[in-house]
């Protein structure tokens, strides 16, 4: 497809005239927003209008100017659960449709079609579930890449999500949409490579970020696989609380797909996924709406979630990390402390030692061994000063294997799986990696997606380590080098991952409090995290010997 868009992106520029700016593309021209030292172009299509569980497709050609000033409709979102003691604030959108795939482009005024600027292509997360491309506010980024003398451009795609974007089951694998979050997300970096020098950008210096789902699926996209060739699409990547995670196959989805195929009243059609998508998007949702979401029992192991389909996602990650199978570019990646404290709200039930050795067994390692089990159960502790929030003694137990819960599935989903990553990409390429240890006064501690302020933050800061650092990888692929004429660099300088600290172990970039930024040794964990990837690395074995 890329050659396609590179094709069509041949009599693409910029509009210099007054007013709002113009920009025309092959397939059409769009007229955006003047918004201070910023041009914004929102909701322009990079596909065709989809259909529910097609492919995405070349932009259809647009007649006449149209308007690219206000964001396109939301893919469709699935309902999330109530939790105890918190409202989980889950973001409404004015429009939502399955004809979603839009993005937008945040650029500096001044840049032209001869500008070359360097981009960041930015994925948000919601648990492969809920998001939209509007979810972080990227104007203040950019606006201070303008300042520090290191303009770049950011362009935010929308993605489908739930079992719009990630159906299993052998009827998705047949019809070739398995994964179809990911292949919009690279949809939409072949447009960004066609596309974005008549915005100003260069299509060689896109760096891919992108926070948990959106991490997940950066992490997801490094990986060897039969679609693009990475190097075609970025040379760096940004993963906030997100890295290569143990996933099933699309065979073991096949259960969520029937469900949805009874819930529908299709079973008794010859072609039940033709059926699923011509039932009407009310309708559909509310099915969708009955499976398993992020604050369901069963947490972090999802009905809808990237699968192992032989072609976006060739192998389980995990292998591919171990046999070296993945782009060899700069990474930057990092965590909270606590990222585990969210997602084991609703397990609050679980209260004694053996609800939950059943359920770290049933619901995450069903083939792990009874003595797997058993060594993992001691090495994440039924002792409340061990558990996550970590560093708060017997504080925040909110109930008796709360603290415990977490500290499992934050290692098991983002903080073993970031460690079991670098442990390999650091011996392959440059590699840094941060912390986030600040607002640990509740059970919710240092909590997932705490740290987004830190590379996101709002308009008129006088001080921004962390995005000071994102706009110097974003330009020069080491957070520590700027790029522009004034050299403005980060407060802190950012030892890579591999450079031993001061007591021998990894170093990590660490935000504490109050607002203290310093180095401090990944030595935390080290034998419960290294035990439970083995053991998930055995299970993917058998798995790939038995399926």
Same mark, same amino acid.
């Given at each position: 497809?890329?050659?396609?868009?590179?094709?069509?992106?041949?009599?693409?520029?910029?509009?210099?005239?007054?007013? /709002?700016?113009?920009?025309?593309? #092959?397939?059409?021209?769009?007229?955006?927003?003047?918004?201070?030292?910023?041009?914004?172009?929102?909701?322009?299509?990079?596909?065709?209008?989809?259909?529910?569980?097609?492919?995405?497709?070349?932009?259809?050609?647009?007649?006449?100017?149209?308007?690219?000033?206000?964001?396109?409709?939301?893919?469709?979102?699935?309902?999330?659960?109530?939790?105890?003691?918190?409202?989980?604030?889950?973001?409404?959108?004015?429009?939502?449709?399955? @004809?979603?795939?839009?993005?937008?482009?945040?650029?500096?005024?001044?840049?032209?079609?001869?500008?070359?600027?360097?981009?960041?292509?930015?994925?948000?997360?919601?648990?492969?579930?809920?998001?939209?491309?509007?979810?972080?506010?990227?104007?203040?980024?950019?606006?201070?890449?303008?300042?520090?003398?290191?303009?770049?451009?950011?362009?935010?795609?929308?993605?489908?999500?739930?079992?719009?974007?990630?159906?299993?089951?052998?009827?998705?694998?047949? *019809?070739?949409?398995?994964?179809?979050?990911?292949?919009?997300?690279?949809?939409?970096?072949?447009?960004? #490579?066609?596309? %974005?020098?008549?915005?100003?950008?260069?299509?060689?210096?896109?760096? %891919?970020?992108? %926070? $948990?789902?959106?991490?997940?699926?950066?992490?997801?996209?490094?990986?060897?696989?039969?679609?693009?060739?990475?190097?075609?699409?970025?040379?760096?990547?940004?993963?906030?609380?997100?890295?290569?995670?143990?996933?099933?196959?699309?065979?073991?989805?096949?259960?969520?797909?029937?469900?949805?195929?009874?819930?529908?009243?299709?079973?008794?059609?010859?072609?039940?996924?033709?059926?699923?998508?011509?039932?009407?998007?009310?309708?559909?949702?509310?099915?969708?709406?009955?499976?398993?979401?992020?604050?369901?029992?069963?947490?972090? $192991?999802?009905?809808?979630?990237?699968?192992?389909?032989?072609?976006?996602?060739?192998?389980?990650?995990?292998?591919?990390?171990?046999?070296?199978?993945?782009?060899?570019?700069?990474?930057?990646?990092?965590?909270?402390?606590?990222?585990?404290?969210?997602? +084991?709200?609703?397990?609050?039930?679980?209260?004694?030692?053996?609800?939950?050795?059943?359920?770290?067994?049933?619901?995450?390692?069903?083939?792990?061994?009874?003595?797997?089990?058993?060594?993992? +159960?001691?090495?994440?502790?039924? @002792?409340?000063?061990?558990?996550?929030?970590?560093?708060?003694?017997?504080?925040?137990?909110?109930? /008796?294997?709360?603290?415990?819960?977490?500290?499992?599935?934050?290692?098991?989903?983002?903080?073993?799986?970031?460690?079991?990553?670098?442990?390999?990409?650091?011996?392959?390429?440059?590699?840094?990696?941060?912390?986030?240890?600040?607002?640990?006064?509740?059970?919710?501690?240092?909590?997932?997606?705490?740290?987004?302020?830190?590379?996101?933050?709002?308009?008129?800061?006088?001080?921004?380590?962390?995005?000071? *650092?994102?706009?110097?990888?974003?330009?020069?692929?080491?957070?520590?080098?700027?790029?522009?004429?004034? #050299?403005?660099?980060?407060?802190?300088?950012?030892?890579?991952?591999?450079?031993?600290?001061?007591?021998? $172990?990894?170093?990590?970039?660490?935000?504490?409090?109050?607002?203290?930024?310093?180095?401090?040794?990944?030595?935390?964990?080290?034998?419960?995290?290294?035990?439970?990837?083995?053991?998930?690395?055995?299970?993917?074995?058998?798995?790939?010997?038995?399926?």
């Amino acid at each position: 497809m890329l050659p396609l868009l590179l094709a069509l992106s041949t009599t693409s520029f910029t509009f210099a005239a007054a007013g /709002p700016p113009v920009v025309a593309l #092959q397939y059409g021209v769009f007229r955006g927003t003047s918004d201070g030292n910023l041009s914004t172009f929102l909701g322009v299509p990079f596909a065709s209008p989809a259909t529910r569980f097609e492919l995405p497709k070349v932009p259809i050609k647009l007649h006449g100017v149209q308007n690219a000033s206000g964001f396109g409709p939301a893919c469709p979102q699935q309902a999330m659960s109530t939790v105890p003691l918190v409202q989980i604030a889950t973001a409404t959108y004015s429009a939502v449709s399955d @004809d979603c795939l839009t993005l937008n482009v945040f650029k500096p005024s001044f840049a032209t079609s001869q500008s070359k600027l360097p981009v960041l292509v930015w994925i948000y997360g919601g648990g492969f579930q809920v998001g939209n491309s509007l979810d972080t506010e990227v104007r203040p980024a950019v606006e201070r890449s303008i300042a520090t003398d290191e303009p770049i451009i950011i362009v935010t795609p929308n993605y489908r999500v739930s079992a719009f974007g990630f159906l299993g089951g052998k009827e998705a694998s047949a *019809a070739g949409i398995s994964n179809l979050g990911l292949r919009d997300q690279i949809f939409a970096l072949e447009w960004v #490579q066609a596309h %974005i020098a008549a915005f100003g950008g260069d299509p060689e210096k896109v760096v %891919i970020g992108g %926070i $948990s789902a959106g991490a997940i699926s950066i992490a997801l996209l490094l990986l060897s696989n039969n679609r693009f060739q990475q190097s075609a699409l970025f040379r760096g990547a940004f993963m906030e609380s997100g890295s290569p995670i143990n996933l099933g196959s699309m065979a073991d989805g096949q259960p969520y797909y029937d469900g949805l195929v009874a819930a529908n009243n299709c079973t008794a059609s010859p072609d039940t996924l033709d059926c699923l998508r011509r039932v009407p998007l009310d309708a559909f949702t509310a099915t969708v709406n009955h499976t398993a979401n992020l604050f369901s029992y069963s947490s972090l $192991s999802l009905p809808s979630l990237p699968r192992v389909d032989g072609d976006v996602i060739v192998q389980n990650p995990l292998l591919s990390v171990s046999q070296g199978l993945y782009a060899k570019v700069p990474i930057l990646t990092g965590d909270c402390d606590d990222e585990g404290t969210l997602f +084991s709200l609703s397990t609050t039930n679980i209260t004694t030692n053996d609800e939950f050795v059943g359920y770290m067994s049933s619901n995450y390692l069903p083939r792990a061994t009874a003595a797997q089990i058993a060594e993992l +159960s001691a090495l994440y502790p039924d @002792d409340p000063t061990q558990g996550s929030p970590f560093d708060t003694g017997t504080a925040n137990q909110l109930t /008796p294997e709360y603290k415990r819960l977490a500290a499992f599935q934050g290692d098991l989903i983002f903080t073993g799986a970031r460690r079991f990553f670098l442990e390999r990409a650091a011996k392959t390429q440059d590699a840094w990696s941060w912390l986030y240890k600040r607002g640990k006064t509740s059970f919710l501690g240092a909590s997932h997606g705490g740290d987004i302020g830190i590379w996101f933050p709002a308009a008129n800061v006088t001080d921004a380590p962390g995005l000071d *650092a994102l706009l110097n990888f974003i330009n020069t692929r080491d957070p520590n080098r700027a790029a522009g004429a004034g #050299q403005h660099a980060s407060s802190v300088f950012w030892p890579k991952w591999n450079t031993p600290s001061a007591n021998g $172990s990894t170093s990590l970039l660490t935000f504490s409090n109050p607002n203290l930024v310093n180095i401090t040794a990944e030595d935390f964990r080290v034998e419960a995290i290294e035990f439970l990837f083995e053991v998930l690395l055995e299970e993917t074995g058998n798995s790939s010997a038995s399926g």
